[in-house]
């Protein structure tokens, strides 16, 4: 049985070293270029006409404007507008990610931890450092919900703090845990088949059941990976309210 | 024979999709060897940790540059776009309907004043109308009283007359009948002043 583990592992294409760190590109790497080129040819191919009435590429990326736009209005307010290529570029990559893992034989950046991890503390320090910027020291009042008595403080405020420094480890561990999960587990099904095939007759029949199986987990798959990157995107808005209001 | 060939393609069908199967399930670096490292996923192999964060920061910025630069405003623009268009499109309905509603409003109160022209118009002729036929009949009933009256004036001088000379008519009847029977001749004078008595009697 094939190892299911394999489609994770990273092969270097072509090495590359700067200043002693081995920053190679590899198959990571390649998906990620083919996701930059899929989306901006595509979003660009789509705008390109500027049409009033729109075909259905250029409803497509307006739909998906749209979309984001409304994430950013309803979790931020309007003032998250000036987050909004950085909220839609997160969007786009982490949505390039989950969709072109679904390929075969493809790569799924997204189900990295390091991956996930550096676009969470993008977040996390885009909050940070916005915050302190805007609001001065002020901003670590998020610790301290409105309304709470005085001698909770010494209970609240570790656990709001303990709560924000959870923040990049649970949205990075979530969204790679899922692809991960997932991909191991077409993997492993597909797998039930493969070796099933061997046993003769009886075995493909046998493995006709795994397959059926499969085919529902692809779907489901897809569905894991839009609403993902949905959820990766709406946490980072939720997250970046901080920067805009204090006190939610 | 129907029944065979949607054995067939079922068949077909499951077989092509197991070699699906085998797609996802095909390992192209054979044998499982176990991952250097021995940590088992290669996601928690640090060698590759640096490749994987300068690779996708250079996708991440490349990717907001190109959205924040060109798509995205172009999205924006072309929404913007259709927003003044169909704004515009909505005022100028508005104004024409507007209008429409000035252009019915002042037909209505032409219409309205032209109604109570007319009705004036016709009162005015049926009252001056009327007054004209009063004022003839007036006329014509005066210049008939008058006639009446010239009329009855002379009717009455034709009666006096006819009585005066019924009165000398009987006085001489009277004087000749008097003479016949007396057989001498009457005084007419006499006869006369008898008459007038008796029909002044009368008229009393």
Not at chain 1, 73 to 91: D, H, K, M, V
Not at chain 2, 176 to 186: D, S, T, V, W, Y
Request: hydrophobic share 50%.
């Amino acid at each position: 049985m094939a190892d299911p583990i394999h489609q994770f592992e990273i092969i270097p294409l072509i090495p590359l070293e700067v200043a002693g760190v081995d920053i190679a590109f590899t198959n990571s790497s390649l998906w990620m270029l083919i996701g930059i080129v899929l989306s901006t040819l595509t979003l660009s191919m789509a705008t390109r006409r500027k049409a009033l009435v729109p075909g259905r590429l250029q409803v497509m990326s307006e739909m998906l404007y749209e979309f984001v736009a409304n994430m950013i209005r309803e979790n931020i307010g309007s003032a998250g507008r000036q987050y909004f290529p950085l909220i839609f570029t997160l969007f786009m990559v982490v949505l390039m990610g989950n969709l072109l893992g679904m390929i075969p034989y493809s790569f799924t950046y997204t189900s990295h931890i390091i991956v996930t991890l550096a676009l969470a503390m993008l977040i996390f320090f885009t909050v940070l450092v916005i915050g302190v910027i805007k609001h001065g020291l002020s901003f670590f009042s998020f610790l301290v919900p409105p309304g709470v008595p005085v001698w909770l403080f010494p209970l609240i405020i570790p656990i709001e703090l303990v709560s924000f420094l959870a923040r990049p480890v649970t949205l990075s561990v979530r969204l790679f845990a899922n692809m991960m999960a997932g991909h191991l587990m077409l993997k492993v099904f597909a797998g039930f088949s493969v070796s099933m095939l061997g046993l003769g007759a009886a075995g493909f029949f046998a493995g006709l059941v795994p397959m059926f199986f499969n085919v529902i987990l692809i779907g489901f798959e897809f569905l894991i990976a839009l609403l993902h990157a949905y959820v990766f995107t709406v946490l980072s808005c939720i997250y970046l309210k901080d920067t805009v209001e204090l006190h939610h | 024979m129907m029944d065979r060939l949607k054995k067939l393609t079922g068949l077909t069908f499951c077989a092509l999709a197991l070699g699906v199967q085998s797609v996802f399930a095909a390992d192209p670096h054979h044998g499982a060897e176990p991952v250097e490292g021995g940590a088992g996923l290669p996601q928690f192999n640090p060698e590759y940790f640096p490749t994987q964060i300068f690779w996708l920061t250079v996708t991440f910025i490349v990717m907001y540059v190109i959205f924040s630069s060109r798509i995205l405003p172009d999205i924006s623009g072309i929404l913007e776009n259709r927003r003044s268009h169909i704004d515009g499109d909505l005022e100028t309905a508005e104004r024409l309907r507007s209008e429409a509603d000035s252009v019915q409003e002042s037909y209505e109160s032409h219409l309205n004043t032209s109604r109570v022209e007319a009705k004036n118009l016709v009162n005015g002729v049926h009252a001056s109308m009327k007054a004209k036929a009063e004022s003839q009949l007036q006329q014509l009933r005066e210049k008939a009283e008058k006639d009446m009256h010239t009329l009855e004036v002379r009717l009455q001088s034709a009666k006096n007359e006819a009585m005066e000379q019924m009165g000398s008519i009987a006085a001489e009847a009277a004087s000749e009948a008097a003479a016949k029977i007396m057989g001498a001749p009457a005084d007419l004078a006499q006869a006369q002043n008898v008459v007038q008595l008796i029909s002044k009697r009368e008229a009393a």
